[in-house]
């Protein structure tokens, strides 16, 4: 069976459980027990997360929410787009150093927020395909899939997923990691 890490953020920690259901049988399906919040805390926690966990076979990465916020009503991102590609390269990078060369890496995109700055959100979405299209890896969409139905996908804080946006977010995310689990 293979093993298989979900990093990201709260959105990630929302449909992890759901995507380890969904995998039952075929992968070993875990995450770090804590938020990955921005894509640079998750790249540095690598270090400390990894040797705690059973050696992946594929990870996926879901980060994008925290870099993307304006934390502070500056009328911009936490992170700067050129520094969030870059978090982004160095994280395939990263994990193939610490893992395995050959490590199978899927990047999941960002889901839309119901009252945000979804052109943003597009923008760093567009980044990290720039990205995966550098390192030949394959992307889950969960932006597109949601963004229509925003108003059933996503709950009243305007962030997180509700039950049907996490089950959705699970099929995907698990449909993403199938052709790796042969």
């Not at 093993?3 to 875990?30: E, F, T, W």
């Not at 911009?76 to 990263?94: A, L, N, Q």
């Not at 709950?155 to 698990?174: N, Y």
Request: glycine share 6%; aromatic share 10%.
């Amino acid at each position: 069976m293979k093993n298989v890490l979900l990093l990201g953020d709260s959105i990630r920690m929302m449909y992890q459980p759901r995507v380890k259901a969904l995998l039952k049988g075929r992968a070993n399906v875990y995450g770090p027990a804590e938020n990955g919040r921005w894509s640079d805390y998750t790249l540095n926690s690598l270090r400390f997360w990894l040797p705690q966990m059973p050696d992946p076979d594929v990870v996926t990465v879901n980060c994008g929410f925290w870099d993307i916020g304006d934390n502070y009503d500056e009328g911009t991102s936490y992170t700067p787009i050129e520094e969030y590609e870059r978090d982004m390269g160095r994280m395939v990078r990263v994990l193939r150093q610490l893992v395995s060369p050959e490590l199978k890496i899927v990047f999941v995109l960002t889901t839309p927020w119901l009252a945000g700055p979804n052109e943003r959100v597009e923008n760093y979405n567009a980044a990290l395909r720039r990205v995966a299209e550098q390192y030949d890896l394959p992307v889950v969409d969960l932006y597109t899939p949601f963004v229509d139905k925003m108003d059933s996908m996503i709950g009243p804080d305007k962030i997180h997923l509700t039950p049907e946006g996490a089950d959705l977010a699970a099929k995907l995310v698990a449909e993403g990691i199938e052709a790796y689990l042969d």
